[in-house]
T-cell receptor, first 112, second 113 residues
Framework: GQQLNQSPQSMFIQEGEDVSMNCTSS?????WLWYKQDPGEGPVLLIA?????ELTSNGRLTAQFGITRKDSFLNISASIPSDVGIYFC????????????FGQGTELSVKP | DTEVTQTPKHLVMGMTNKKSLKCEQH?????MYWYKQKAKKPPELMFV???????INESVPSRFSPECPNSSLLNLHLHALQPEDSALYLC????????????FGPGTRLTVL
């Protein structure tokens, strides 16, 4: 079945540093989504990508839909303590009833 | 407005209890989902409702019974659960079931004693 490889698994950074994480797959996806999840809460949508090559920003966040449709990355610039959490990528393939394939998550810790 | 609400926030139940989780959205979305999530793991899909009909059941044990009374509401009925069913249960919705962004609710933290 389809799998997403998300890396890194965890990151420990200093406040103000930039962060980069990515997801790769051997399968082609039609939609890429990036979510952030705080402990005990539901995932919150950060960025949605629908076209190969698409580059989208949301404040300090930037994400890209890879040109091969098999990968996506998320960058966070000038990290702040509230960026702490687990970031999940998720991909979707059309005609599969809305199934999301999730990466294993990147746990981000930010030291003030 | 992209709000999905879930009640209760927390639920503790015994293995012989019957309880229900509720999910509601007023975005006019026609697809709704139940996920189960263990700590620090990605959500795992359980059920998909498309236009109020069950379209996907990911081989979920029958002690979990979903129900979609109308296009805004989704329930998950629980009966005779096991301790290993303790998890965060997430509801999500999307405009249509195929290709659209899914928006998640805050979840119900379930503990089975």
């Amino acid at each position: 079945g389809q799998q997403l490889n998300q890396s890194p698994q965890s990151m420990f950074i200093q406040e103000g540093e930039d962060v980069s994480m990515n997801c790769t797959s051997s399968s082609i996806f039609n939609t890429w989504l990036w979510y952030k999840q705080d402990p005990g809460e539901g995932p919150v949508l950060l960025i949605a990508l629908y076209k190969a090559g698409e580059l989208t920003s949301n404040g300090r966040l930037t994400a890209q839909f890879g040109i091969t449709r098999k990968d996506s990355f998320l960058n966070i610039s000038a990290s702040i303590p509230s960026d702490v959490g687990i970031y999940f990528c998720a991909g979707m393939i059309y005609n599969q009833g809305g199934k999301l394939i999730f990466g294993q998550g990147t746990e981000l810790s930010v030291k003030p | 407005d992209t709000e999905v609400t879930q009640t209760p926030k927390h639920l503790v139940m015994g293995m012989t209890n019957k309880k229900s989780l509720k999910c509601e959205q007023h975005m006019g979305h026609r697809a709704m989902y139940w996920y189960k999530q263990k700590a620090k793991k990605p959500p795992e899909l359980m059920f998909v409702y498309s236009y109020e009909k069950l379209s996907i059941n990911e081989s979920v044990p029958s002690r979990f019974s979903p129900e979609c009374p109308n296009s805004s509401l989704l329930n998950l009925h629980l009966h005779a659960l096991q301790p290993e069913d303790s998890a965060l249960y997430l509801c999500a919705s999307s405009q249509a079931p195929d290709g659209d962004t899914q928006y998640f609710g805050p979840g119900t933290r379930l503990t089975v004693l």
